[in-house]
Each structure stands twice: as structure tokens, then as C-alpha cells.
Nanobody
Framework: QVQLVESGGGLVQPGGSLRLSCAAS????????MGWYRQAPGKQRELVAS???????SYADSVKGRFTISRDNAKNSVYLQMNSLKPEDTAVYYC?????????WGQGTQVTVSS
């Protein structure tokens, strides 16, 4: 049974920072490319950052230069450092594998950027 548990979200002012964490059940992080996705109200879920098994990273244009994805295989965890946050970053953030996500998603973590 796949388990993905996201945490670290919250309310932050524009320009602030948050660090999201994703704890995965054993073996997932080291076995797959992993990504952070987000879904804003009324919008489709989108991929914002990914990290390959070898550590290569990729970012959506909207977050490039502001977000950094990383992984710790020993801890079965994936992280997303988010800096210079903007109101348009407000969404529920999820982690999952790539290129085809598991059918079972975690509960996500809410990020709200507002003054």
C-alpha cells in the first residue's frame, strides 16, 4: 500500500518562504522520479517540480528560480523549498511519482500566500 504524507504548508505573506516535506512508504523515493504537484481552487492539478533518480531537477516556468526540490533516499522523503512566494502559489501541494503518478494520492498540504 503506497503512502504519501505531505506536511509543512501554512499561511505566509508574499515574499515569504516555506519548506514542504513528503514522507513516502519504503522504497518509493529511491525507486522513482518524484515530483511536487499543486492544485489551486477551480484549476487542474499541475506539476511544479520534479527530481530524477539521479538527482536531475526540472521546474515549471512559474516557479523556476524560486522553488528547489530535493530528496533524501535514506529518509524516504522529498522536499520542496519555496522562496519568494506569491499569492498565485496558493494551492494544495502533493507529492507523487513520475511520469505516471500512483492512483492513490496523499492528503496534500495547504499553502496560502496572503497579506
Amino acid at each position: 500500500q503506497v503512502q504519501l504524507v505531505e506536511s509543512g504548508g501554512g499561511l505566509v505573506q508574499p515574499g515569504g518562504s516555506l519548506r514542504l516535506s513528503c514522507a513516502a512508504s519504503g522504497g518509493i523515493v529511491s525507486s522513482y522520479a518524484m515530483g511536487w504537484y499543486r492544485q489551486a481552487p477551480g484549476k487542474q492539478r499541475e506539476l511544479v517540480a520534479s527530481i530524477g533518480i539521479g538527482g536531475s531537477t526540472s521546474y515549471a516556468d512559474s516557479v523556476k528560480g524560486r522553488f528547489t526540490i530535493s530528496r533524501d533516499n535514506a529518509k524516504n522523503s522529498v522536499y520542496l523549498q519555496m522562496n519568494s512566494l506569491k499569492p498565485e502559489d496558493t494551492a494544495v501541494y502533493y507529492c507523487n511519482k513520475l511520469p505516471r503518478p500512483f492512483g492513490s494520492w496523499g492528503q496534500g498540504t495547504q499553502v496560502t500566500v496572503s497579506s
